[in-house]
């Protein structure tokens, strides 16, 4: 999987939305953005993901660039229960194994 | 929703006992994998499975490991002779294609192994 980048950590206010961002400089064209998340004491959890475009779903939002350099991920309206470690991923067909990396860690604020 | 469930949430073993952590995957899903996360560390893949063979194994996943499909439902990872290192969180996870550009995997909550 190619390398991706993100801070190690963020805080934000409950109720306000929140930006997490990803660099993958090195994305090749057939790459995947997928975001993961895991919440304190348990396994991973799917988020989102794309490839060229702007994707919406009932967790979150992602926001790929249009040079897909980078990405977003945007939580519209964070809560207590959204504190947990975010992971941006890039994937390929070529290999089904997730590779981890060590996340941005998420603290939200009451 | 459809959910992964692993068994037992924690298991304590003796160095060099054999342990069998047991995962269910989701139902109509065709591949299977474990990772471990070390405390306080990443998430780390061990070994993918499919069609009743391993399909990639890591560096981690040496002779001392071994997965099984016994039955339709069950997915098993067995550790030989474990050491005190092999402590960790082992997760086991499903997913429905292989097509990982496409496709979400599915995680359970964990069995918490530790060797005393």
């Known amino acids: 999987d190619a390398k991706t980048t993100q801070p190690n950590s963020m805080e934000s206010n409950e109720e306000e939305p929140v930006h997490l961002p990803c660099n993958h400089s090195?994305?090749?064209?057939?790459?995947?953005i997928h975001w993961y998340r895991q919440l304190p004491s348990q396994g991973p959890e799917y988020v989102i993901h794309g490839l060229t475009s702007n994707v919406n779903n009932r967790m979150a939002s992602l926001a790929i660039a249009e040079d897909r350099k980078s990405s977003t991920l945007i939580l519209h309206r964070a809560t207590l229960r959204d504190a947990a470690v975010y992971y941006c991923?890039?994937?390929?067909?070529?290999?089904?194994?997730?590779?981890f990396g060590k996340g941005t860690r998420l603290h939200i604020l009451p | 929703e459809p959910e992964v469930t692993q068994t037992p949430s924690h298991q304590v073993t003796q160095m060099g006992q054999e342990v069998i952590l047991r995962c269910v995957p989701i139902?109509?899903?065709?591949?299977f994998y474990w990772y471990r996360q070390i405390l306080g560390q990443k998430v780390e893949f061990l070994v993918s499975?499919?069609?009743?063979?391993?399909?990639?194994k890591s560096e981690i996943f040496d002779d001392q490991f071994s997965v099984e499909r016994p039955d339709g439902s069950n997915f098993t990872l067995k550790i030989r002779s474990t050491k005190l290192e092999d402590s960790a969180m082992y997760f086991c996870?499903?997913?429905?294609?292989?097509?990982?550009?496409?496709?979400?995997?599915?995680f359970g909550q964990g069995t918490r192994l530790t060797v005393v």
């Open positions: 139902s109509n899903h065709l591949y």
């Open positions: 499975f499919y069609n009743n063979e391993i399909s990639e």
């Open positions: 090195t994305i090749s064209g057939t790459d995947y």
């Open positions: 991923i890039l994937r390929d067909g070529r290999d089904d194994k997730i590779i």
């Open positions: 996870a499903s997913s429905h294609d292989r097509d990982g550009w496409d496709t979400e995997a599915f």
